[in-house]
């Protein structure tokens, strides 16, 4: 069974990672150098630190957006961007599974050669506040069996940005 906290994980999780081009608005969100991406996710005491990579290209961005923005805008009554003279702010109020959760996420870095994510995320209820941290470095071209999208997760397991919709499909219902 899962219980809230895995809830407002599974957003936290989901913001840091997808949502980051998926957040366009009036202040549009810099798509990332092109190659692959090491990204190091740490959710502080909710679940082990993790490290992936990813394969990127001139549309992966694109794409990613075009995927998570419909389901973002849903799950989501507020969506702030703004530009700060370091980088990005998102303000954000969610509600995943039936726990809505309110998050700031902190966006700092180049694009082409590192950036670093913050998101603070407060629950329904008694949950306590949690912190994400996501730092990714871009360490020049995609592997030879690489294609523009992959993901390689924690463990090897590999899957596609563009294989997607059937994550999507697996989130919890509002």
Known sequence: MRTPSCHVTALTLC?????????AGPVEMPNRKPGL???????GALMP???????TDA?????????????????CARQDMQKTATGLVIDSTCTVGG??????TEINGDFNSAYT????????????ESVTMMDATW????????????????????????????????????
């Open 15 to 23: 913001a840091g990672m997808f949502a980051l081009p998926a957040l």
């Open 37 to 43: 991406w090491e990204i190091k996710v740490s959710p």
């Open 49 to 55: 630190a993790m490290t992936m990579q990813q394969c």
């Open 59 to 75: 549309t992966t961005d694109k794409d990613m957006a075009a995927s998570f923005s419909p389901m973002a805008k849903e799950m």
């Open 99 to 104: 726990v809505t959760s309110v998050s700031r």
């Open 117 to 128: 994510v913050k998101v603070s995320t407060k629950g329904d209820g008694n949950l306590p």
């Open 139 to 174: 360490l020049g071209a995609c592997k030879a069996d690489q294609k523009a999208g992959d993901i390689v997760m924690p463990g090897g397991m590999k899957m596609n940005i563009k294989d997607l919709q059937a994550i999507k499909g697996m989130l919890p219902k509002q």
